[in-house]
């Protein structure tokens, strides 16, 4: 059997999107008449990650047992390049450092032989001799594979740049380090042959010839709720470091749902999709692209965490893309009835944003998209 080695940046939300995003690969391949191949996820973060795996994957195991491995080896050499509730600064001074070490031992893995498990816990020893593609997200390593491919919102080494052009006060890491980070993030970009960048995204225009847009790379809803709102959701970052900016939330007041009701106490527990069927005030969220575009999807407006200046620059970019679109407020201390009066026009420029996507790519699945083209046997 060959396989999809999946590689992803730290986070929940990224090894989820791109485990799905190796399945819509092998729906298209099936579609083309061609096998489905297995599909290897890093373990980087233990039972927690095995569990969420079991959990959102439960209904694609029991159409394609066997499908979807995980392997502590391979999430062993990932975790060396991932950021570890430590300052920013800290974290791009470590990469720089380790991304080196971190390669070389991916590459030597892979040219081997390692163990992964499936979802049932099964053991299977994988040849990396086998592994056909790479797909990525917003990947902080390559893995050396010939054929790969990259999903994101903006590639890293342009956010590193064009943080570097902001103020200290809104950046607060050193211009030397984000510099070094920019190279070091191109030297892993430079691997992949396409690159999908998501629709709206960190930054307003493509860079290279190899890169394409496509629409929302993100959960997204199918549905949008309708009627009177009742509360909002705050969606907790699988990122650490964001808790006191959490305790903002309580200011508000109003019922709450929450993916953390362990961090917002209070909230009743719920899966962000429920903002397709429960109609909220806004939802609350640190300006990760997996929360914009799945607002956005469900045109629940979005109230956005201000930014930490010593945090990951990308969040600022991100907050800069949000407000750039009209898509989402950031909450700096305002009442909710204040908040209340900027919510309409939010919600209207997020109902023409979605009309203007689904006008020119005919769906709202950035992942589909995306897959169609890195599946097609030229490519």
Not at 68 to 89: M, T
Not at 252 to 261: C, D, F, Q, T, V
Not at 267 to 285: E, L, R, S, V
């Amino acid at each position: 059997m060959n396989y999809i080695l999946t590689n992803f940046a730290y986070g929940t939300g990224p090894f989820l999107r791109t485990t799905h995003e190796a399945i819509y690969f092998n729906n298209a391949r099936e579609k083309q008449g061609r096998e489905r191949w297995g599909i290897l996820v890093p373990l980087v973060y233990g039972e927690k990650q095995r569990s969420l795996m079991r959990e959102v994957f439960a209904e694609h195991e029991k159409k394609h047992p066997g499908e979807i491995l995980l392997s502590e080896a391979l999430g062993a050499v990932l975790k060396k390049v991932f950021y570890e509730n430590e300052s920013f600064e800290a974290y791009l001074t470590r990469w720089i450092e380790a991304i080196h070490t971190a390669r070389k031992e991916a590459h030597a893995l892979i040219a081997g032989t390692f163990e992964a498990e499936t979802l049932r816990g099964e053991k299977k020893i994988i040849s990396g001799r086998d592994i056909a593609v790479e797909l990525a997200r917003s990947p902080r390593m390559s893995w050396g594979v010939e054929r790969a491919y990259a999903v994101s919102f903006a590639r890293m080494a342009d956010i590193y740049r064009e943080a570097g052009t902001l103020p200290f006060a809104e950046i607060a890491i050193d211009r030397r380090v984000l510099r070094e980070a920019a190279t070091v993030a191109e030297g892993v970009e430079k691997n992949y042959k396409w690159f999908a960048i998501g629709f709206p995204g960190t930054l307003e225009a493509l860079t290279h010839t190899n890169d394409f847009f496509v629409p929302p790379l993100g959960e997204i809803s199918a549905a949008t709720s309708s009627g009177k709102p009742e509360g909002i959701y705050v969606s907790v970052s699988g990122i650490g470091g964001s808790e006191q900016l959490y305790e903002n939330v309580r200011k508000i007041g109003g019922k709450m749902w929450s993916n953390r009701p362990d961090v917002i106490h209070g909230a009743t527990k719920a899966d962000p999709a429920i903002m397709g069927t429960q109609p909220m005030f806004f939802q609350i969220a640190r300006a990760g692209w997996g929360a914009i575009w799945l607002s956005l999807s469900t045109q629940t407006p979005l109230l956005l965490l201000p930014h930490d200046p010593s945090d990951d620059p990308e969040i600022a970019l991100n907050i800069r893309a949000v407000e750039r679109e009209g898509i989402g407020i950031v909450y700096r201390g305002e009442s909710f009835d204040e908040l209340l009066r900027k919510r309409a026009a939010v919600q209207a420029r997020q109902r023409k944003l979605c009309g203007e996507i689904k006008k020119r790519w005919g769906t709202f699945d950035g992942l589909a998209v995306a897959a169609e083209l890195f599946s097609t046997p030229k490519n």
